[in-house]
């Protein structure tokens, strides 16, 4: 039983493209995250939400937008697609208790090739 | 900046040995320190973790050792076994005064490989 799931697992599109990633998790967590991995393997944290509201925004280009329409899901979206987009997406849970050190469980990410 | 480094990118050890795998911060502020496995292809498994008021965290075959002092943090996994090869990453997290999520910091990771 799957704990932090996301769709799809491969995403292969075109520059300028609009796409969309699912997360999901069922542990009954109150925060999600989503981190991106990159061409040189770094994992750095995007987005994070607790109960549906925007905690942490990096600085990410606004093309790329989180949307939680419960505290269940937080899915991203991103408008027109480029190249170096390209990379492994990864969404993140943790329970959100206040003090903020706590472990995030993370999803099998999703690989997204912008060509 | 990297604030969390892992400086070898790769590390071979011998079945049954001890793997020490270690990690460097630069920043003061990072209280809570994880310790996460991948395999190709999956996502990053949360292994074992440390906050800065324990000097050693020890679960099962997998103990973690924090000097603050140092900034350092090393994992120590005894006896390896071979399906202990995999990716290995440091995390750092601090706690904003007022509490709340944060994001992780993580190393760039050092690749294990257990030779039989």
């Known amino acids: 039983d799957t704990a932090v799931s996301q769709t799809p697992k491969y995403l292969v599109t075109q520059m300028g493209n609009d796409k969309s990633i699912k997360c999901e998790q069922n542990l009954g967590h109150d925060t999600m995250y989503w981190y991106k991995q990159d061409s040189k393997k770094f994992l750095k944290i995007m987005f994070s939400?607790?109960?549906?509201?925007?905690?942490i925004n990096e600085t990410v280009p606004n093309r790329f937008s989180p949307k939680s329409p419960d505290k269940a899901h937080l899915n991203l979206h991103i408008n027109s697609l480029e190249l170096g987009d390209s990379a492994v997406y990864f969404c993140?849970?943790?329970?959100?208790?206040?003090?903020?050190?706590?472990?995030?469980?993370f999803g099998p990410g999703t690989r997204l090739l912008v060509l | 900046d990297q604030q969390v480094k892992q400086n070898s990118p790769s590390l071979s050890v011998q079945e049954g040995r001890i793997s020490i795998l270690n990690c460097d911060y630069t920043n003061s502020m990072f209280d809570y320190f994880l310790w996460y496995k991948k395999y190709p292809a999956e996502g990053p498994t949360f292994l074992i973790s440390?906050?800065?008021?324990?000097d050693k965290n020890e679960d099962g075959r997998f103990t973690v050792f924090l000097n603050k002092s140092a900034k350092h943090l090393s994992l120590h996994i005894v006896p390896s076994q071979p399906g202990d090869s995999a990716v290995y990453f440091c995390?750092?997290?601090?706690?904003?005064?007022?509490?709340?999520?944060?994001?992780?910091?993580f190393g760039k990771g050092t690749h294990l490989i257990i030779q039989p």
């Open positions: 939400y607790n109960n549906k509201e925007l905690i």
């Open positions: 995390a750092a997290s601090a706690v904003y005064s007022g509490g709340g999520a944060d994001g992780l910091t």
């Open positions: 993140a849970s943790s329970q959100g208790l206040a003090g903020g050190a706590e472990t995030q469980y």
């Open positions: 440390i906050s800065s008021i324990k």
